[in-house]
């Protein structure tokens, strides 16, 4: 069966230092691969999504970076945290498009402070 | 106007009351439909999914497209504790972007 792994689980970081979270997926390859985010009372937004390794295409312009160094990894980092960018952020995967229901992870919560 | 609304509640139901959550979108593009599960603090896991219009049913959950109306509904039977969670319906038109609402919290009282 597959697994989906995020770390760290909660995140405390000042405004301007750096981002590194990681997503790795078990049981399955060449998956689909997303980064969002979710706001208290709002959706998830879309950040990033992969099909396949160095391939990302991004959904918001921002401060935020996304990288999928192997098959199963995917990677959100930034450079210098702004407060706006405290959320909860979730790694997804999926197979194919359209069909292409997605399988979350258990998410990491930045706070910016 | 956002591409999927979704009235945020909270919604307080007793225990085995019947459910309806609901959602509507504006892209008539949308051919796809999901229903998630959010429990607080965790990912959201996927319930339902419904391509084109009609129902489909999965145990005490139904859900429900009605792409005339650009209206989508999910139906909890005999609702219970245990489904006290945050609902997120979700659209896509065949591509790589899901749009998500913003969910809908529900408390089951016991």
């Known amino acids: 069966s597959q697994t989906i792994h995020q770390w760290p689980a909660t995140l405390v970081q000042p405004v301007g230092s750096p981002l590194s979270l990681e997503c790795t997926v078990e049981?399955?390859?060449?998956?689909?691969l997303y980064w969002y985010r979710q706001a208290a009372g709002r959706g998830l937004q879309l950040l990033f999504y992969?099909?396949?390794?160095?391939?990302i295409s991004s959904e918001v312009p921002q401060n935020l970076s996304a990288s999928r160094p192997q098959d199963r990894q995917f990677i959100l980092s930034s450079k210098k945290l702004l407060l706006s960018d405290s959320g909860f952020y979730l790694c997804?995967?999926?197979?194919?498009?359209?069909?292409?229901?997605?399988?979350f992870g258990p998410g990491t919560r930045l706070t910016v402070l | 106007q956002k591409e999927v609304e979704q009235d945020p509640g909270p919604l307080s139901v007793p225990e085995g009351a019947i459910v309806s959550l609901n959602c509507t979108y504006s892209?008539?593009?949308?051919?796809?439909f999901m229903w998630y599960r959010q429990y607080s603090r965790k990912g959201p896991e996927l319930l339902m999914y419904?391509?084109?219009?009609g129902n489909k049913e999965d145990g005490r959950f139904t859900a429900q497209v009605d792409k005339s109306s650009k209206y989508i509904s999910l139906f909890i039977r005999d609702s219970q504790p245990s489904d006290s969670a945050t609902y997120l319906c979700?659209?896509?038109?065949?591509?790589?972007?899901?749009?998500f609402g913003a969910g809908t919290r529900l408390f089951v009282k016991a």
């Open positions: 997804a995967w999926g197979k194919g498009v359209g069909a292409d229901t997605q399988y």
């Open positions: 049981g399955t390859s060449n998956p689909n």
């Open positions: 992969s099909v396949g390794i160095g391939q």
């Open positions: 892209n008539s593009a949308f051919q796809y």
């Open positions: 419904t391509y084109s219009s």
């Open positions: 979700a659209v896509n038109t065949g591509g790589f972007k899901t749009i």
